[in-house]
């Protein structure tokens, strides 16, 4: 079993940054793919990131891209989402989770096997 822990999230204002972090707590993080999402009230949750365990290759939604950066430090089982240039739109809460599939990576929310409990991110205009 995985459990995914995030932390980071808050308010601020538009333009602002934040970064959130999820700890994983498994001995095969490095085997996992991980991505972020996020979802607001009434809304499907939607795909934000993702990065992959073989080689670190990173994928973004396109309303992220330039602004968002995925990374992960395997030593310490973390991923981290760093959020630049933030708009009110991006409020919302972000929830990371994991992927065990073997070979390239997906943006499904189905296909992800764990889930962080979420992180409030509220963005101020």
């Known amino acids: 079993q995985v459990q995914l822990v995030e932390s980071g999230g808050g308010l601020v204002q538009a333009g602002g940054s934040l970064r959130l972090s999820c700890g994983a707590s498994v001995r095969t993080f490095n085997g996992l793919n991980m991505g972020w999402f996020r979802q607001v009230p009434g809304k499907e949750r939607e795909f934000v990131a993702v990065i992959t365990w073989f080689n670190s290759r990173t994928f973004y939604a396109e309303f992220v891209q330039g602004r968002f950066t995925i990374s992960r430090d395997n030593d310490a089982s973390t991923v981290y989402l760093q959020m630049n240039n933030l708009k009110p739109e991006d409020t919302a809460v972000y929830y990371c989770?994991?992927?065990?599939?073997?070979?390239?990576?997906?943006?499904?929310?189905?296909?992800?096997?764990?889930w962080g409990q979420g992180a409030q991110v509220t963005v101020s205009s």
């Open positions: 989770a994991a992927d065990r599939r073997d070979i390239g990576y997906s943006t499904n929310r189905a296909n992800y096997d764990y």
